[in-house]
């Protein structure tokens, strides 16, 4: 896609509702002198403290290929100042089949604390929803604050994470051996190839998106805390051919009260191949002085607890929902994935708002393809039919969370017997969805 959704106009309707109330949203110039202003309005948004000029200077480049929108309340004191603000631009998300389909990423919603509750966020998130499928987005995607807040625009968490810590004096390593090759490289190594490695490793796993060059940096500590790029160390796997096929970031963090013992906090492990997982896992649970490796934003199904002597070394700390997803298009978003099982699936969709209701019919054929066409005739014989939600779509949509699951949950009616379990063997994903990024 072009940069046509930076400029494209303001949604009418939520435009208007806002107006009702004396407040105008609007685009926001990210190269000119407001982005600095809307950027504190967001920041204080998420009870952040102020950017300083060079933070501020290199958030510029990561909202260049972002559309920013803002709110303003032109009575206030302060009326230069958003009270509102949103950043959303077009990705590419991983679906199962090891391919992509284009969704629309949503960050940065803020509403000013003397503005809650009057919604802003509501008018704020319908207009992301609309401009999206304007543009012909099939999905709508965010990471989340809270997980009570998005149901109600037809979100679901569609790909979990879990936090680890593996014990090391306890997990000794009995995966199979790497014969390639673990070494340090510098930031500037890490920086200059390791997007390229991302970009590869991103389609083995459904849920992670394409990164730009900012969140990469920011993977890298370069705009983080104060100082934390200096704590990171970067250990790179190249395979015995000698390509990179792994990075792991991780810095040290002693243990207090006990000399020269450490926790090894690993901040980033991206791996294309199983050997490269193979290859760092063992580096990181072997390094001297170090008594556990703690994790976060793994996925909740690691094969690591496979490779060491002790199941209960590894244990996951949280597990909780991340990617959040939104479908806009049905028919779009579905073939855009492969499935695990061919057949006709049958999904009655309602949305209360009205973006992606409807029926429609897929055909899955024998290579894992789908074609899904809108549909309103009575139930094919040989089609497993569900009716739903956009939620419970949304949540199935990348093959984590089994319709079964959710029918046993009420949240999913079946329409023919026994349809839940024949779809979940074409939509249920081998590999677990993950998302390795905040966005
Ligand atoms: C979350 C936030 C954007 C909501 O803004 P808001 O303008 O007050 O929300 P609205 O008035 O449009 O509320 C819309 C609906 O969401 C609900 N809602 C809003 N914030 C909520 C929250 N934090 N938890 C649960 N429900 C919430 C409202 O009750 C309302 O429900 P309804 O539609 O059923 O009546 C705002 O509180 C905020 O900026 N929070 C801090 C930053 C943050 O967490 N942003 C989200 C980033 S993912």
């Not at 926001?28 to 407001?34: G, K, L, M, P, Q």
């Not at 999905?139 to 998005?150: D, K, P, R």
């Given at each position: 896609m072009n940069n046509e959704h930076q400029r494209f106009p303001i949604d009418p309707e939520s435009a208007e509702r806002l107006a009702t109330q004396g407040l105008r949203m609007r685009l926001?110039?990210?190269?000119?002198?407001?982005f600095p202003v809307w950027l504190q309005a967001e920041t204080r948004g998420f009870h952040g403290p102020r950017p300083s000029e060079e933070s501020v200077g290199q958030q510029v480049r990561g909202f260049a290929d972002r559309r920013t929108t803002g709110v303003f309340d032109e009575s206030g004191a302060d009326a230069a100042s958003p009270i509102s603000s949103a950043s959303s631009w077009p990705t590419e998300l991983t679906v199962p089949g090891q391919t992509s389909v284009t969704a629309w990423a949503i960050s940065a919603v803020t509403v000013a604390p003397t503005h809650r509750r009057r919604g802003i966020a509501r008018a704020m998130l319908e207009a992301e929803l609309r401009t999206a499928q304007a543009l012909g987005v099939p999905?709508?995607?965010?990471?989340?604050?809270?997980?009570?807040?998005?149901s109600r625009y037809g979100f679901a968490p569609a790909a979990m994470v879990a936090d680890w810590t593996i014990d090391t004096r306890r997990a000794k390593w009995t995966g199979p051996a790497a014969f390639g090759r673990v070494q340090f490289v510098t930031l500037e190594q890490a920086l200059a190839d390791g997007l390229e490695l991302v970009g590869r490793a991103r389609l083995n796993t459904p849920g992670e998106i394409e990164f730009s060059g900012y969140l990469w940096e920011r993977k890298l500590g370069i705009h983080g805390d104060?100082?934390?790029?200096?704590?990171?160390?970067?250990?790179?796997?190249?395979?015995?051919?000698?390509?990179?096929?792994?990075?792991?970031?991780?810095?040290?963090?002693?243990?207090?009260?006990?000399?020269?013992?450490?926790?090894?906090?690993?901040?980033?492990?991206?791996?294309?191949?199983?050997?490269?997982?193979?290859g760092l896992w063992r580096y990181l649970l072997e390094v001297d002085l170090v008594s556990a490796v703690s994790a976060?934003?793994?996925?909740?199904?690691?094969?690591?607890?496979?490779?060491?002597?002790?199941?209960?070394?590894?244990?996951?700390?949280?597990?909780?929902?991340?990617?959040?997803?939104?479908?806009?298009?049905?028919?779009?978003?579905?073939?855009?994935?492969?499935?695990?099982?061919?057949?006709?699936?049958?999904?009655?969709?309602?949305?209360?708002?009205?973006?992606?209701?409807?029926?429609?019919?897929?055909t899955i054929a024998a290579d894992g393809s789908a074609s899904a066409t809108s549909f309103d005739g009575a139930i094919p014989d040989d089609a497993a039919a569900l009716s739903l939600s956009v939620n419970e779509l949304s949540a199935m949509y990348l093959g984590g969370v089994s319709a079964l699951t959710l029918t046993r949950a009420g949240r999913i009616v079946e329409l023919s017997p026994g349809a839940a379990v024949a779809v979940d063997a074409s939509f249920r994903s081998?590999?677990?969805?993950?998302?390795?990024?905040w966005f």
């Open positions: 926001v110039d990210t190269a000119s002198s407001e999905v709508a995607m965010l990471t989340v604050s809270e997980a009570t807040i998005y104060a100082g934390l790029d200096k704590q990171l160390r970067f250990v790179r796997y190249d395979d015995v051919a000698g390509v990179a096929q792994g990075l792991a970031i991780y810095r040290m963090i002693e243990s207090p009260g006990v000399v020269f013992t450490h926790t090894l906090e690993l901040q980033y492990l991206v791996t294309a191949t199983d050997d490269a997982y193979a976060e934003l793994l996925s909740v199904d690691e094969a690591i607890v496979w490779q060491i002597s002790d199941y209960r070394a590894a244990r996951k700390t949280f597990e909780r929902d991340h990617l959040w997803t939104r479908i806009l298009d049905v028919g779009a978003a579905l073939e855009a994935r492969r499935y695990g099982a061919p057949g006709r699936i049958l999904l009655d969709v309602s949305d209360p708002l009205g973006l992606a209701a409807g029926r429609v019919l897929m081998a590999i677990a969805p993950r998302l390795s990024i």
